[in-house]
């Protein structure tokens, strides 16, 4: 799949070069924290743990148990990672790899 085109646009271009520029994790931590609040952020790592976790096979009640994340939000992960861009697929199958190269 493609990238969404209502998404696209030359202010969201602009955000994603920019994080392209980032070269650490301190960095990222630098720029989020000026750039959405902490909340934003809880919730963005919460949806990625959600993720997985449905990865792995778990349960939504595991999952609500330990990420706190509501079974609205699970079912959007789950809907995502079975019928969205793939983006999800793609960081996970990445961090398969980089954890399997450790």
């Known amino acids: 799949?493609?990238?969404?085109?209502?998404l696209q646009d030359p202010?969201?271009?602009?955000?994603?070069?920019?994080l392209m520029l980032l070269r650490s994790k301190e960095e990222f931590y630098r720029?989020?924290?000026?750039l959405v609040t902490i909340g934003e952020i809880k919730s963005l790592a919460q949806r990625l743990e959600v993720a997985k976790m449905l990865d792995q096979n778990e349960t939504?009640?595991?999952?609500?148990e330990v990420t706190g994340a509501s079974t609205a939000t699970i079912?959007?992960?789950k809907r995502c990672l079975n019928y969205g861009?793939?983006?999800y697929r793609l960081v996970l199958d990445r961090l398969k790899e980089k954890k399997a190269g450790e």
């Not at 799949?1 to 209502?6: E, I, L, P, S, V």
């Not at 202010?11 to 920019?18: G, I, K, P, W, Y």
């Not at 939504?60 to 609500?64: E, G, M, Q």
């Open 31 to 34: 720029f989020f924290e000026d």
């Open 60 to 64: 939504y009640i595991k999952i609500a």
């Open 85 to 87: 861009a793939d983006g």
């Open 75 to 77: 079912s959007r992960v």
């Open 1 to 6: 799949m493609g990238a969404n085109r209502k």
């Open 11 to 18: 202010f969201v271009d602009a955000l994603f070069e920019a």
